[in-house]
T-cell receptor, first 116, second 110 residues
Framework: AQSVAQPEDQVNVAEGNPLTVKCTYSVSGNPYLFWYVQYPNRGLQFLLKYITGDNLVKGSYGFEAEFNKSQTSFHLKKPSALVSDSALYFCAVRDPYGGSQGNLIFGKGTKLSVKP | DTAVSQTPKYLVTQMGNDKSIKCEQNLGHDTMYWYKQDSKKFLKIMFSYNNKELIINETVPNRFSPKSPDKAHLNLHINSLELGDSAVYFC?????????FGPGTRLTVT
């Protein structure tokens, strides 16, 4: 079965420090991977995606993610965290059996807390 | 301009009632979805429509019925509401794999 795992419920980082939010995946075939962010009382916003090509993907708000096929991981990173980055982050993989429109299977989310 | 909009934002109702949530997207996307986010923030697909046709119908009770009058709208009607239906419901649309989500509707069943 296709799945993503976010092993950390919460990540705490001091402002200005680098941050990493972890994600591993299990999928048959080539993975299509995504990161979304959810701010309090808001809908999810797309951050970045990996389909093919460079393993390092750059996205919105200075975030990037590194695709690692051997470790089946797609960790989200940012060199210098901001307090405004505090939110809930979801990793997702496209379900290859979810029809041609690509239903997403989401991880359970990781709460990122950036302290001043 | 709001890309994906949902109404209402909050919905409080009693068990047994019937309610609807409306969704509209102005992005010209062909595919629309309904997701349910539970109290633990877990997101699960409920339905997916492509150009007004149902293409994904996950295991949800048949009290939930999506209706797509045109490809810009995907409404969710819920009959005989139960306590366990309390959640945040997100509408989304997609193009080239990237989903745009609405702001969510927080449904509370008392």
């Amino acid at each position: 079965a296709q799945s993503v795992a976010q092993p950390e419920d919460q990540v705490n980082v001091a402002e200005g420090n680098p941050l990493t939010v972890k994600c591993t995946y299990s999928v048959s075939g080539n993975p299509y991977l995504f990161w979304y962010v959810q701010y309090p009382n808001r809908g999810l916003q797309f951050l970045l995606k990996y389909i093919t090509g460079d393993n390092l993907v750059k996205g919105s708000y200075g975030f990037e993610a590194e695709f690692n096929k051997s470790q089946t991981s797609f960790h989200l990173k940012k060199p210098s965290a901001l307090v405004s980055d505090s939110a809930l982050y979801f990793c997702a993989v496209r379900d290859p059996y979810g029809g041609s429109q690509g239903n997403l299977i989401f991880g359970k989310g990781t709460k990122l807390s950036v302290k001043p | 301009d709001t890309a994906v909009s949902q109404t209402p934002k909050y919905l409080v109702t009693q068990m047994g009632n019937d309610k609807s949530i409306k969704c509209e997207q102005n992005l010209g996307h062909d595919t629309m979805y309904w997701y349910k986010q539970d109290s633990k923030k877990f997101l699960k697909i409920m339905f997916s429509y492509n150009n007004k046709e149902l293409i994904i119908n996950e295991t949800v009770p048949n009290r939930f019925s999506p209706k797509s009058p045109d490809k810009a709208h995907l409404n969710l009607h819920i009959n005989s509401l139960e306590l366990g239906d309390s959640a945040v419901y997100f509408c989304a649309s997609s193009q080239e794999g990237v989903k745009t989500f609405g702001p969510g509707t927080r449904l509370t069943v008392t």
